[in-house]
RNA sequence: UGGGGCGUCGGCAAGUGGUCAAGCCACCGGUUUUUGGUGCCGGUAUCGUAGGUUCGAAUCCUACCGCCCCAGCCA
């Protein structure tokens, strides 16, 4: 991971590594890794992860290794593979040769079980699982010892090779560690290594009827892989013991340590794997990738750049306390990526006519506009102008409050880029009172958006020619999750799905060149926000867009703060 | 009542005995602005609590308090 930004600080775990490449620990190499098990598609929390394992390689010039750890044939898929991989290299990270499958160590870890068998530290129970639990003992009181735990070596040798053959059902035994039912760590007290299910692996096939537990596979994983620094989350301290026990055991040269950290928790959003499959497949979302999910599939077709990802990453620490980071951080990182990056387009969300009286019917202009004032090098482009536009309606009030300097009767504002506008009437439907457009004449004098005079026009409003338009929906996506802790009040996270994250927009009106918008293009639609061409549902020539993030909107926040105090207010004089 | 962790600004997070307790996000002011965007300037903590050691402690010691994780033949 990229030093903390600013300072350069070091986080604990950069820290440990520097020391041990100080004592020339593992002849100061570093070689991390990255082990996700195939049963979902990888989240944000996950992102942490790769930055940090991949960031370590990189600043240390080791190597990070990608290795599926797919030891339960019961809940992995090949589908969840190819996501996984798409989404690291996605995220810009190269693990090259280094791909690996805990399956593929089936055959050498099956020997080190053995071993530990014929060394007297592994044995085959024939305890239920119901039993184990009861032998187990509770968080406060030591555990006994199984009846089968003194089995000779020849029996349990005999029993292990039954088991891999087929020749019992699931469940009926089980190979576990002996090391202690009385540890006051319940991970001690003889954990299983191996367990009996007779199903097909996405990858071995039918060829194995055991299949290895984690605590097993894990550290030696790391070891035959030369892993020096096995960097994982909190909730496997208390494993730790075992880890270095498995290794120590093995008599693999390597010894490679196990580090925790905290895992990303973000306020609004729900980063538990089990739950994400529960919106699947509950059909809450319309898949894995759904821009509301997030799934690392999810945020990029929401419009999220690899690097805003990056930076989130290397700004939010690396630390072992339970942490919730702000949403808002984010979108920080996203807005900061996309505003050097993104070309500026107009696009009207919600349309209002306004017709430019003193204009010629029959005559359009092409207006010079700049594609990113953040960067030159993006060029300009030209923008058709004609008697007809739309603004949003937000953009006009008939009585507007204070400090609004948008457009009103009387008022004068810019059409960015184009001519300033005066409104000099109202056209409304006679029956309802609507408004239906809005007359204004233009001033000749300020075409591109100033005059010689240098008058102050405070307001500028986007627009599209009318008559140029094209139409297109947009999607407004809002946070998923109406609480912070989804799931806090009610114990079910589903209740506090957001009935508003997603509202489509039909018609809204487009300047022509959007036309051209390729799938996963982003744009900034100038004043409201940063969009991207939806990668699925876009055809060519017809391009859906995606709000990825609104612009920060302070006039917004001070309707909405106004709106908040007269409601107190109101609450008070009652 | 067992074991393992963690407690520094609203949210992250530096700091590991010695000038004013970094920085980022958020928030609040101001300024610039042909995006009420961006940029720029400024503002906002005495470190879970209570004792102790010391000339001096967020940093050391003691005792409390709070929060998280662990009793899958899941990872």
Redesign the pocket.
């Known amino acids: 991971m990229e030093d903390?930004?600013?300072?350069g600080?070091?986080?604990?775990i950069e820290k440990i590594i520097e020391k041990d490449i100080e004592n020339n620990k593992n002849e100061g190499k570093v070689v991390t890794r990255f082990?996700p098990?195939p049963n979902g598609y990888l989240h944000i929390g996950h992102a942490k992860s790769i930055c940090l394992n991949f960031g370590l390689a990189e600043k240390y010039k080791g190597r990070c290794h990608l290795r599926f750890?797919d030891?339960?044939p019961a809940?992995e898929e090949i589908e969840y593979i190819k996501s996984i991989k798409e989404d690291v290299a996605w995220l810009g990270f190269d693990w090259g040769k280094h791909e690996y499958y805990a399956s593929d160590y089936f055959d050498r870890l099956y020997n080190i079980a053995l071993k530990l068998i014929k060394k007297g530290k592994a044995y085959v129970d024939s305890?239920?699982?119901e039993e184990?639990?009861e032998y187990?003992g509770?968080?406060?009181s030591p555990g006994k010892n199984s009846p089968d735990r003194e089995r000779s070596v020849e029996e349990n040798i005999d029993l292990f090779e039954r088991m891999k053959k087929g020749e019992f059902e699931?469940?009926k035994y089980?190979l576990r560690a002996k090391i202690d039912m009385a540890s006051?760590?319940?991970?001690m007290r003889d954990?299983?290594l191996y367990?009996?299910?007779r199903m097909t692996h996405h990858r071995t096939g039918d060829m194995w009827c055991i299949?290895p537990?984690?605590?097993f596979?894990?550290p030696l994983s790391d070891a035959f892989e030369g892993i020096t620094h096995s960097v994982c989350t909190?909730?496997?301290?208390?494993?730790r013991p075992l880890y270095e026990w498995a290794v120590e055991e093995s008599g693999e040269k390597i010894k490679p340590q196990q580090i925790e950290f905290?895992r990303l928790n973000l306020n609004y959003t729900i980063m538990s794997k089990r739950k994400l499959l529960e919106l699947v497949e509950k059909e809450d979302v319309s898949g894995w990738d759904d821009p509301r999910m997030p799934t690392i599939s999810g945020i990029r077709r929401r419009g999220y750049t690899p690097e805003s990802i990056r930076d989130f990453a290397s700004?939010?620490?690396?630390?072992?306390?339970?942490?919730?980071?702000?949403f808002?951080?984010l979108?920080?990182c996203l807005?900061?990526d996309l505003?050097m990056k993104a070309q500026?387009v107009m696009a009207v969300l919600d349309p209002l006519k306004i017709v430019i009286t003193n204009y010629p019917e029959d005559k359009t202009e092409m207006m010079e506009a700049d594609n990113?004032?953040?960067d030159i090098n993006m060029g300009k482009r030209m923008v058709p102008f004609s008697r007809e536009v739309y603004i949003e309606k937000d953009d006009f009030m008939e009585n507007p409050p204070k400090?609004?300097?948008?457009l009103s009767p009387g008022k004068e504002i810019?059409l960015?880029?184009a001519y300033y506008i005066t409104c000099t009437e109202i056209i409304k439907d006679p029956g309802t009172g609507e408004i239906l457009e809005v007359h204004c004449t233009y001033d000749p004098e300020s075409r591109?958006?100033?005059t010689a005079d240098g008058r102050k026009v405070r307001?500028?409003s986007h627009w599209v020619s009318a008559f140029h338009a094209f139409e297109a929906d947009v999607r407004l996506y809002s946070h998923f999750f109406k609480s912070e802790n989804p799931g806090d009040v009610t114990g079910n996270f589903r209740d506090d799905l957001s009935e508003n994250s997603l509202e489509v927009l039909r018609g809204c009106k487009l300047e022509p060149s959007l036309k051209e918008a390729v799938p996963g293009q982003s744009f900034?639609f100038?004043?409201k926000g940063y969009f991207c061409a939806d990668s699925v549902d876009s055809k060519p020539g017809l391009p859906v867009f995606n709000r990825t993030v609104s612009?920060?909107?302070?006039?917004a926040?001070?309707q909405r703060?106004a709106a908040k105090n007269k409601e107190h207010k109101d609450i008070k004089s009652r």
């Not at 400090?403 to 948008?406: P, S």
């Open positions: 903390n930004k600013s300072t600080t070091l986080n604990f082990p098990e750890d030891t339960n809940k305890l239920t699982p184990i639990r187990r509770t968080l406060t699931d469940g089980l006051p760590n319940l991970n954990p299983a367990r009996i299910k299949y537990m984690y605590d596979t894990h909190l909730e496997f301290e208390d494993h905290a700004r939010i620490g690396v630390a072992k306390s339970n942490s919730t980071v702000d808002a951080l979108e920080h807005r900061e505003n500026r990113n004032p953040e400090k609004y300097f948008r810019r960015k880029h591109g958006g100033g307001g500028t900034q100038l004043r612009m920060r909107d302070t006039w926040k001070l703060d």
